[in-house]
């Protein structure tokens, strides 16, 4: 078999841990030495032991692995962080040869590692291919921002809602079953106070995953919240970005934080501080509006439904205008029902 092969089934390894690693990357590895696979393995959870060190405890021997190659499909770390130094147990085990997917992003790694495996004599490969494992991860280590995606369902007149402040269902079971998909796929959601107000969504995956994404929702004056909405009724992080001080006694999972102003930017650099690698925008318009004039999206995911609304209806993006267009380039469209889906990705 060739490296490119090998690595193919540390990449199929890697996506095992899907959903499961939260803002760590998906990482899978093989170990290979006189043309067998001794053993493969990959990171499982947030916080457990990353893909290197998973395939070595399911060698029979930690010995086998001196004069192996080992196939991974990020670089190794060289950090201690919630588990110790990958490229250490590498170099200690007496590996011969390390093949790379991609170098990792993190500054805390960033070739480090393989400088240390070249200093100890083991050679190096990159193989550069395994970049589609991680984009927000990567996204988010080479921009300092999380990847942004700007999802609506719209008419075939590009409204939202039949009136503004009234809830439109357009789309059928099969959008909504693909919405869940694209909020799994996120670290961060978030709204705006009349799509809270109108829609009074509870913002949740309802297949209940170990790492629900951070709701984050925009509202001008937090006062006095409704703790009866539906969002406030469900478990998990929820962040609400305002300019008044909360006055109530909220639970733990509610966390309040007052600015001036919370303009698209100032909301960004504070997911980019909790280390958020994706959100996904969920409406309304107003906010949409404002992510666009501040040239923060670089994905478009827009469902549109069957129908006509006609004169009366908000359209999907409405409020200060940009002076040029944006432009995208199609990724994909696909049937949902009887809606369309189509995916769309920034292009400068
Ligand atoms: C993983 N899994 O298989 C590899 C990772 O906090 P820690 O100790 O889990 O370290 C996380 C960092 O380790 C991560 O950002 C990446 O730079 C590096 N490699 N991480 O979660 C793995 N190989
Ligand atoms: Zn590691």
Redesign the pocket.
């Known amino acids: 078999m060739t490296d490119q092969q090998y690595l193919e089934i540390a990449i199929n390894q890697a996506k095992k841990g899907l959903g499961q ?1 939260w ?7 093989v170990i290979v030495k006189n043309g067998q696979i001794l053993a493969k393995g ?2 499982h959870r ?9 395939a070595i405890s399911h060698l029979k021997n930690e010995k086998e692995g001196t004069g192996a190659t080992i196939y ?1 499909t ?4 060289s ?6 130094p ?1 490229v250490n147990k590498i170099i200690e085990l007496g590996f011969k040869r390390v093949v790379i997917g991609q170098i ?1 992003p ?1 500054p ?2 960033a070739g480090k590692s393989v400088e240390r495996l070249k200093q100890h004599n083991i050679q190096v490969t990159n193989l550069d291919n395994s970049e589609s494992l991680n984009l927000a ?1 990567n996204f988010y280590f080479q921009n300092q921002r999380p990847l942004i995606t700007l999802k609506y369902a719209m008419s075939l007149d590009g409204k939202i809602n039949q009136k503004d402040g009234y809830r439109t269902m357009l789309t059928g079971k099969d959008t909504f079953q693909d919405t869940q998909k694209l909020r799994q796929m996120n670290q961060a959601i978030l709204i705006g106070e009349n799509t809270l107000k109108v829609d009074d969504p509870k913002l949740t995956i309802r297949s209940n995953p170990a790492f629900p994404p951070f709701r984050i929702v925009l509202i001008h004056n937090a006062q006095k919240l409704d703790l009866q909405q539906a969002i406030f009724q469900s478990k998990g992080p929820i962040y609400i970005l305002t300019n008044h001080k909360n006055e109530q006694v909220l639970p733990e999972n509610i966390h309040v934080l007052v600015d001036e102003v919370w303009t698209p930017r100032k909301i960004i650099d504070f997911l980019t501080q909790q280390g958020i690698q994706s959100l996904l925008i969920e409406g309304g318009s107003h906010i949409h509006a404002n992510f666009v004039k501040s040239n923060l999206v670089d994905n478009l995911i827009v469902y549109i439904a069957p129908k006509l609304i006609g004169g009366t209806g908000l359209p999907s993006i409405w409020g200060p205008g940009i002076s040029e267009m944006m432009n995208f380039e199609l990724k994909q469209i696909t049937p949902l029902g009887s809606d369309i889906k189509i995916s769309a990705k920034r292009v400068y």
């Open positions: 690693t803002q760590n990357p998906l990482v899978g590895a990959y990171h947030f916080g457990e032991n990353h893909a290197e060190i998973d991974v990020l670089e190794p770390c950090h201690q962080g919630k588990t110790p990958c990792d993190n805390l790694v991860y």
